[in-house]
């Protein structure tokens, strides 16, 4: 006999998502082992290139099969490929087979590889677009290991930082240049952004050398970037190479009253050989010592003027050297322009000072040295006037921080100096955001020029939480950086990366109010 039963959908359709949510919670409850560690690689990653943003560390204790493997990608960028690789210790890297579905954003292992006795690394590689969306952020998770008989997830799938599409806007061997070092980074009174920098033709060492300032414009908001336009070469001058006449070090400053844009750098002439922090001497001719350039543009970077010097009457002549702080400079609400300088007295021990203008850069003077020992400096001007000046300190571990309300006739000690704003002894950069707020970025470490970090203050600088700081690159560069305000939303920020020599990249301003 056939008993027929009329089935409530209510209960097929609880049933069907009972299934489902033990079906998921088989997978998300897969146990933890510590035999296998996830460790992320936080990096800005370029356009247009691949790059290993992980991995996944097998510890051993016998052969293994690993039978199936899960990469998943969340994402708000689009993502061109992903890749794993088992890491050799002296042969290439070996390509895992597997398959990335671009719509479920998911990775899987196709084939069952065997895993040696011991420590085996395996890098899960990234592919992005050259158009890949700089205002996006894409993160990736394990969800699934089989190893043996077993599933599991790694150990350490918690925080992970969701990454950072960046654009390369220079590095090695573009136009045949050997490295760009030295960003400076400033958005004009309409909106064009104006990246400067050095290029050194033949290798990445500091002046002196065949060395000239680049710069790259942007009149949308970093997105794209037009060929490099070189603005301050000094040639082949008292009829020396051009080895022997470099220009770098530079730094950018925008005239908010009349919108000229102002570049400033140190050339050094003869010499050959020597660093110029040790060679030049005291003197105020370029034979004897380093000097202080500008050059100046009415129309937004496309033409500019030949290079202007500027070392007298600043300099004294018994001054080892002088020259500016690379980055910017400012402008401030009474309309005195002010770049951060340093010089080296004759005993040979450096100060960091501010030059300024009152007249729209036709003639400049120079203040007082706020701090001896200290070197690469930044200058904002404070909601009260006063001005402050953020320094590299030779003696490592913090920035020091001096404020002057006389435009550096006389120097007051900060509150947060030596103990806010941790370093490794490198440049740095800082911006006015607003009535009272600034950005500051570096490396945030003491260790190495390594996690490159913005950070943001609330209180005109007396304050910097830690839960409104934005991590950008956790991995070894040349460490410097400058910061800029695209608009009431966006920041840019123009750094040494370990990815590329000038990394750019965009941080909403949201991403730091969502903290506060």
Not at 378 to 406: C, F, H, K, P
Request: hydrophobic letters at 35%; proline letters at 5%; one cysteine or more.
């Amino acid at each position: 006999m056939i008993v027929k039963m009329k089935i409530n959908p209510f209960v097929i359709l609880v049933f069907a998502l009972l299934c489902c949510f033990t079906s998921c919670s088989e997978k998300h409850s897969l146990p933890v082992t510590e035999n296998i560690e996830f460790e992320q690689v936080y990096i800005p990653v370029i356009q247009g290139e691949t790059a290993t943003i992980a991995y996944l560390n097998f510890n051993l204790e016998k052969e293994e099969y690993l039978r199936q493997l899960e990469v998943k990608m969340a994402s708000g960028t689009t993502i061109e490929n992903v890749s794993v690789t088992l890491v050799g210790e002296e042969e290439q890297d070996k390509f895992i087979n597997g398959v990335y579905d671009s719509k479920s954003h998911l990775w899987r292992l196709k084939e069952e590889i065997v895993l040696e006795k011991g420590k085996q690394q395996l890098a899960i590689k990234v592919t992005i677009p050259e158009d890949a969306d700089l205002k996006s952020k894409f993160s990736l998770n394990v969800p699934l290991i089989e190893i043996g008989e077993e599933k599991c997830l790694p150990d350490g799938l918690v925080n992970i930082k969701p990454y950072r599409p960046a654009t390369a806007l220079r590095t090695a061997n573009d136009d045949e240049v050997a490295a760009f070092r030295i960003p400076g980074l400033a958005t004009s009174n309409s909106g064009v952004l104006l990246a400067v920098y050095d290029v050194r033709h033949e290798n990445s060492s500091d002046l002196q050398g065949d060395i000239d300032v680049g710069l790259s414009r942007s009149h949308d908001g970093g997105i794209t970037w037009e060929p490099m336009q070189i603005i301050m070469d000094m040639g082949e001058w008292g009829g020396l190479p051009q080895n022997q006449n470099g220009i770098g070090d530079p730094a950018i400053l925008v005239d908010n009253e009349t919108g000229t844009i102002y570049v400033v750098a140190l050339w050094i002439h003869g010499k050959p050989g020597t660093a110029a922090w040790r060679s030049s001497e005291p003197g105020l001719s370029p034979e004897k010592t380093g000097q202080l350039m500008l050059v100046k543009s009415e129309d937004d970077g496309r033409t500019w003027s030949s290079p202007r010097n500027i070392t007298q009457p600043m300099k004294e002549a018994s001054w080892q050297l002088f020259f500016n702080g690379p980055g910017k400079g400012i402008s401030m609400k009474n309309g005195t322009l002010v770049f951060a300088a340093q010089y080296k007295d004759k005993e040979q021990i450096p100060h960091s000072t501010i030059i300024f203008s009152k007249d729209h850069g036709e003639t400049w003077q120079v203040g007082s040295g706020a701090r001896p020992k200290t070197t690469e400096a930044q200058v904002v001007e404070l909601e009260d006037g006063r001005l402050m000046l953020n320094m590299r300190d030779d003696r490592g571990g913090s920035r020091a921080i001096y404020t002057t309300a006389d435009m550096g006739n006389s120097w007051q000690e900060h509150p947060t100096n030596r103990s806010a704003l941790i370093e490794p002894i490198c440049m740095a950069s800082l911006i006015k955001f607003g009535e009272d707020r600034l950005f500051f970025s570096n490396p945030a470490t003491t260790e190495g020029r390594f996690n490159i970090t913005i950070k943001v203050s609330n209180d005109d600088g007396l304050t910097w939480p830690d839960n409104q700081q934005i991590l950008l690159d956790g991995q070894k560069g040349w460490g410097y950086s400058c910061l800029t305000k695209i608009n009431e939303e966006e920041i840019g920020v123009l750094y040494e990366s370990s990815q590329a020599h000038m990394t750019f990249q965009i941080v909403p301003i949201a991403e730091f109010n969502a903290y506060k």
